[in-house]
Nanobody, 121 residues
Framework: QVQLVESGGGLVQAGGSLRLSCAAS????????MGWFRQAPGKEREFVAA????????SYVDSVKGRFTISRDNAKNTVYLQMNSLKLEDTAVYYC??????????????WGQGTQVTVSS
């Protein structure tokens, strides 16, 4: 069982940066692949980024490549999402998830409650 708590969301101007954190409970965090998803109002939850248990492999949705970076610190049971050059269309609730490595929601077994990111012009 893994419990996930996101933090770091907020209001930022377009072009700015935010770093999201996802703190996990449980001693098995390092065995899980981790992902970030987001859901904008009126839209389905979409994949943003994923990282393997070791941090050796990462993947991103095309719209954030070159702007977002996913990383993890297994000693701190935490996964991060560094978001740079934020755009209005990045506005969403961001969720972290733990499970298998991939871009599909069904691949993840545990989810956090989300943190709001709002990008203003």
């Amino acid at each position: 069982q893994v419990q996930l708590v996101e933090s770091g969301g907020g209001l930022v101007q377009a072009g700015g940066s935010l770093r999201l954190s996802c703190a996990a409970s449980g001693r098995t965090f390092s065995t899980y692949h981790m992902g970030w998803f987001r859901q904008a109002p009126g839209k389905e939850r979409e994949f943003v980024a994923a990282i393997t248990w070791s941090g050796g492999s990462t993947s991103y949705v095309d719209s954030v490549k070159g702007r977002f970076t996913i990383s993890r610190d297994n000693a701190k049971n935490t996964v991060y999402l560094q978001m740079n050059s934020l755009k209005l269309e990045d506005t969403a609730v961001y969720y972290c998830a733990a499970g298998r490595y991939g871009s599909m929601r069904y691949q993840y077994d545990y989810w956090g409650q989300g943190t709001q990111v709002t990008v203003s012009s």
